[in-house]
T-cell receptor
Framework: ELKVEQNPLFLSMQEGKNYTIYCNYS?????LYWYRQDPGKSLESLFV?????AVKQEGRLMASLDTKARLSTLHITAAVHDLSATYFC??????????????FGKGTLLTVNP | NAGVTQTPKFQVLKTGQSMTLQCAQD?????MSWYRQDPGMGLRLIHY???????DQGEVPNGYNVSRSTTEDFPLRLLSAAPSQTSVYFC??????????????FGNGTRLTVT
C-alpha cells in the first residue's frame, strides 16, 4: 500500500521568510503532483513532476522530485500572505506509467503572517 | 468553459436515505474520479473511471456506487447513507494520466451531512 507523508502538517511563517514542505512516499514512482486548496474551496494544480530531478517553478514556489529518495519538496521563497492555503502532494503509485489511483498526503496548512 | 460541475453544493440526508451526487465535465477527459475529503485525512479515492462503460474501485468504495454511461458524466450514488459518510466530496477529471502531463481538474465539491 502506497503511503504519502507530508511534513510539516502545520506551518506558520512570517512574510519574507523561506521555508520547505516535504513529501515522502513509500513506493517507486516518477509521477508526483502538487495542489493548492484555499479554505472552503476546490483544489487547483500547481505542479506536475514526471521524472527524477524534475524541477518546476512558478512565482515564489519551486517544486522538485528525487525519485531515488522518494522525496519531493515544495520550497517557498519570501513568503507573502496570498500564499496562505493548504498544500497537498499526490503520488501515482506506479513507475513508468499510471495505475490511475492518486494517493494524497494529508496536506500542509500554511499560514503566512505579516 | 465550465470545467467540472458538481451538484448539489450542499446536502443533508437522514441515515438510510439514498442520493446521487452529480458530476459533469466538458473537457472531453477520459479519466474521472471521486474523492472524499475529511479533516486531517487528505483526499481519499472512492471510485474512478478511464472511459465510458469502465469503472473501478479506489481506496474507500464501500457504500458507494458509480456508473459511466457517457464521457461527460460520472454520478456517485450513496446507497444507504450513514453518518460516517459525512464529508466533502470532490469529483475530478483529466486526460488519461499514463499518457500525458495531466493534473486533475477538480469540481467545487459537495458538502454532505448525514444525520
Amino acid at each position: 500500500e502506497l503511503k504519502v507523508e507530508q511534513n510539516p502538517l502545520f506551518l506558520s511563517m512570517q512574510e519574507g521568510k523561506n521555508y520547505t514542505i516535504y513529501c515522502n512516499y513509500s513506493t517507486t514512482s516518477d509521477r508526483l503532483y502538487w495542489y493548492r486548496q484555499d479554505p472552503g474551496k476546490s483544489l487547483e494544480s500547481l505542479f506536475v513532476l514526471l521524472s527524477n530531478g524534475a524541477v518546476k517553478q512558478e512565482g515564489r514556489l519551486m517544486a522538485s522530485l528525487d525519485t531515488k529518495a522518494r522525496l519531493s519538496t515544495l520550497h517557498i521563497t519570501a513568503a507573502v500572505h496570498d500564499l496562505s492555503a493548504t498544500y497537498f502532494c499526490a503520488v501515482d503509485g506506479v513507475r513508468g506509467g499510471s495505475n490511475y489511483k492518486l494517493t494524497f498526503g494529508k496536506g500542509t496548512l500554511l499560514t503566512v503572517n505579516p | 468553459n465550465a470545467g467540472v460541475t458538481q451538484t448539489p453544493k450542499f446536502q443533508v440526508l437522514k441515515t438510510g436515505q439514498s442520493m446521487t451526487l452529480q458530476c459533469a465535465q466538458d473537457m472531453n477527459h477520459e479519466y474521472m474520479s471521486w474523492y472524499r475529503q475529511d479533516p486531517g485525512m487528505g483526499l481519499r479515492l472512492i471510485h474512478y473511471s478511464v472511459g465510458a462503460g469502465i469503472t473501478d474501485q479506489g481506496e474507500v468504495p464501500n457504500g458507494y456506487n458509480v456508473s459511466r454511461s457517457t464521457t461527460e458524466d460520472f454520478p456517485l450514488r450513496l446507497l444507504s447513507a450513514a453518518p460516517s459518510q459525512t464529508s466533502v466530496y470532490f469529483c475530478a477529471s483529466s486526460l488519461l494520466p499514463s499518457s500525458y502531463n495531466s493534473p486533475l481538474h477538480f469540481g467545487n465539491g459537495t458538502r454532505l451531512t448525514v444525520t
